[in-house]
């Protein structure tokens, strides 16, 4: 994650230096991070908003409630609001700028759906999210790509030796800019999502209860729409599994890893901790190493 950010901070200053040196480079940078100041703040309330979500009021839902409680607990993290969202599609996100002021929000088809093994580790992979501070990271990396992306916008203010500027190359450079971004972007987003799986592995104690929930949630999520992510798909990047059509590959311009890819790396996890499979798929009845059902 650093070095993508580093990408983003050297593409930054190329075209900073190219389009007219510093000046134009630090004044993007300037208004996009304003830009996504506010959105730090408030993107919670929006993504929650945008989703539909509905709080969870106590003695609603015990169930997942005492299932985040006892996570929480273990991890000595603080007890995130929890949301659900009135969809069949079995899925969930976190968002949230620190581990203070965190919400999680899972659809009744994952309640309903996956069994409390699978949705114990998909609440440890959201609160490996929010633990590890993913929404500070991609706060940032979205203030770099939208300085990237103003900087091509601006192209012609900026740029130096304007008589001199070749025309191809600063249209190439307007084109090429944002897409370089944006693909560092969906980088990095795609290895925070690696990492939340290895911890929430982690915080559950059994790698195959997870690499069961996100088959799971695959094989559903292709079955079932999600209207009200499919009316905002800005959010589906938010989700543990796209809600809106899986990638079979890890595509560039995907924003989450495939999933057999993500499955492969919870499996290889389980045998280094010597946890098997009981059955032919990955629905495991293996006691974890440590959890709330230890």
Known sequence: TVGLLAALGAVIVLVGQTLGGTSGAIIALVIAAVLNFGMYFFSDKL???ASKARPIEEGELPQVTSIVSKLAQMENMPMPKLFYIDSPQPNAFAT????DNAAVAATTGLLERLSREEVAAVMAHELAHIRNYDTLIMTV?????GAISMLANFALFFRGGRDRTNPIALIAMMILAPLAAGLVQMAVSRSREYEADRIG???CGNPLWLASALQAIQNL???IDN???ERNPATAHMFIINPLHAFKRDKLFATHPATENRVAALNA???EMGIRATTSTTRPNAQPQRGPWA
């Open 47 to 49: 993504a929650l908003r």
């Open 96 to 99: 949230g700028r620190n581990p």
């Open 141 to 145: 990396t979205a203030s770099f790509a």
């Open 201 to 203: 592995a982690e915080i």
């Open 221 to 223: 999520a292709s079955r």
């Open 227 to 229: 209207d009200t992510a």
């Open 269 to 271: 996890m389980a045998a």
